[in-house]
């Protein structure tokens, strides 16, 4: 059994010839904790030591203490000052939180803080020692730091550890990282600039959501993982610059960022997430790679500047709301890859003039294109088809269709003198059937079909053996 006595100002226990401090019945403002109570060493500031207590100031730690228990000054709200010793290596859970402190110097003694330990304090100024590898749960949250400068010990910075630090402007993150947790700098609406060193290879969700004046960042090579949230609500983020070595975009990960005007997405990229770039009303071009096989729910919805976007052929379906509300939209290509387009994908597309489509008719959800184009100034959007594919009616979604007539492409490089003949090589829509056709001169054509070709997987290959009859020969295709 331990039994709690008191002397002098102090309530203690005696653990095995050490003292530990469980409370003060002194009147103090200013007060120097002893180093020894009847002799023996006081070691330990017990939890809760100095819970709420109103009237402290100034409090002297003694180099005799090696730890400072949980909450042993939470809520101490006039404590304005606190000199931690170098002896001390824990400093217990909410041991300073809600306290009136504004700097704080934890020793290089110190390897444990405990969750919120320094959280809710007036703190702006504070030096963190070389001992500490990882900066913890909501450490410095809520505090009135202005600038931080991290240690090349830290690796990790973890979940809300400054988060809701409206003061803080600058943040230099050493080499040593190589994990920005959830909610690290979250709500930081003064943090104008952060550099992701090269060693990081996670963001977490929401480290930087709500950064309302983070104007440019740069995210390194070394980076695999952005969280959902990392960089929403980041209102003033004009640039920014993808890693290759990012595979997915998460859940509005980038949602709300109001002044971002361009991104290039880059090739590592398989996914975009719900709402990735949701409502960011200044972004204007999009570039989606090849390596991007899904785009989730709204994923570009409310971009109302976004003039221009294209669609890789990797992708199969648009998923609901995808381009909703992307009110300067005027034209967009759908490759035949694409076999549905879901709810409200275009809805609310005011200037959508025409919808290009490569392959047959996609599956439609409801209400695809609500309210597209409903400006009367405007001609009707217009659904665009290609000869040879299916589905199409003289409505699609309730827009009129029309025919594409499309310049059939040749193959780079395919066109030139075979042994057996002059050989194009043309490349279009699958399955589709083309015409070659030939006439000797221009300026009074007269064009003579050659050869119908069916285009199997898109290409096919046509060989004039016959071309070192005519001085000249001219070349066309067509759908027949």
């Known amino acids: 059994m331990v039994l709690e006595v008191v002397a002098q100002d102090y309530t203690y226990t005696n653990i095995n010839g ?18 020894t109570v009847t002799g023996l060493p006081v070691t330990v500031i017990g ?3 100095f819970h709420a207590n109103s009237i402290l100031v100034t409090v002297i730690i003694p180099n005799s203490v090696t730890a400072i228990g949980k909450e042993a000054f939470l809520y101490c709200t006039n404590l304005t000052k606190v000199t931690i010793p170098n002896g001390v290596t824990s400093i217990g ?3 300073f939180q809600n306290c009136g402190l504004t700097s704080a110097t934890i020793p290089n003694s110190v390897t444990a803080i405990g969750y919120a330990a320094f959280a809710f304090c007036n703190l702006t100024n504070l030096t963190i020692p070389n001992s500490i590898t990882a900066i913890g749960t909501f450490w410095f949250a809520d505090t009135r730091l202005t600038s931080v400068m991290i240690p090349n010990s830290v690796t990790s910075i973890g979940y809300a550890a400054f988060a809701n630090c409206p003061f803080l402007t600058n943040v230099t993150i050493p080499n040593s990282v190589t994990s920005i947790g959830d909610g690290a700098f979250s709500d930081c609406t003064s943090l104008t600039n952060v550099t992701i060193p090269n060693s990081v290879t996670s963001i977490g969700d929401g480290a930087f959501s709500g950064c309302g004046s983070l104007i440019n960042v740069t995210i390194p090579n070394s980076v695999t993982s952005i969280g959902e949230n990392a960089f929403s609500f ?3 983020l004009a640039g920014l610059t993808m890693p290759m070595g990012v595979t997915s975009i998460g859940y509005e990960t980038f949602e709300a960022c109001y002044s971002l005007t361009t991104i290039t997405i880059p090739n590592s990229v398989t996914s975009i997430g719900q709402g990735a770039f949701g409502s960011c009303m200044s972004l204007t071009n999009v570039t989606i790679p090849n390596s991007v096989t899904s785009i989730g729910d709204g994923a570009f919805g409310g971009c109302t500047s976004l003039t221009n976007i294209i ?14 509300g992307c009110t300067s939209l005027a034209n967009i290509i759908i490759p035949d890859s694409v076999t549905s387009i879901g709810y409200g994908a ?17 599956s439609l959800g409801a209400y695809v294109f609500y309210d597209a184009n409903n400006d009367p100034a405007l001609d009707p959007a217009t659904a665009y088809y290609l000869w040879g594919t299916a589905g199409w009616g003289p409505t699609y979604g309730g827009l009129p269709t029309k025919l594409w007539h499309l310049p059939i492409p040749l193959i780079k490089g395919s066109v030139g003198v075979q ?9 279009w829509a699958t399955n589709l059937s083309v015409v070659v056709e030939a006439s000797t001169n221009l300026s009074t054509p007269v064009w003579q079909p050659l050869q119908t070709n069916t285009l199997n997987n898109g290409v096919a290959n046509f060989i004039d053996p016959e071309w070192t009859n005519y001085p000249n020969r001219f070349y066309r295709v067509r759908s027949p």
Do not use: M
């Open 346 to 362: 275009f809805a609310g597309c005011d200037r959508l003039a025409g919808i290009y489509f490569y392959g047959n008719a996609p």
């Open 419 to 427: 042994p057996n003949g002059f050989s194009v090589t043309v490349s």
């Open 234 to 236: 980041c209102t003033s």
């Open 311 to 324: 669609i890789p052929d990797s992708v199969t379906s648009i998923s609901d709301g995808t381009f909703g």
């Open 93 to 95: 859970a909410s041991a």
């Open 47 to 49: 939890d809760r030591a």
């Open 18 to 35: 050490t003292i530990t401090i469980t409370g003060y019945t002194g009147a103090g403002s200013e007060i120097v904790i002893p180093d």
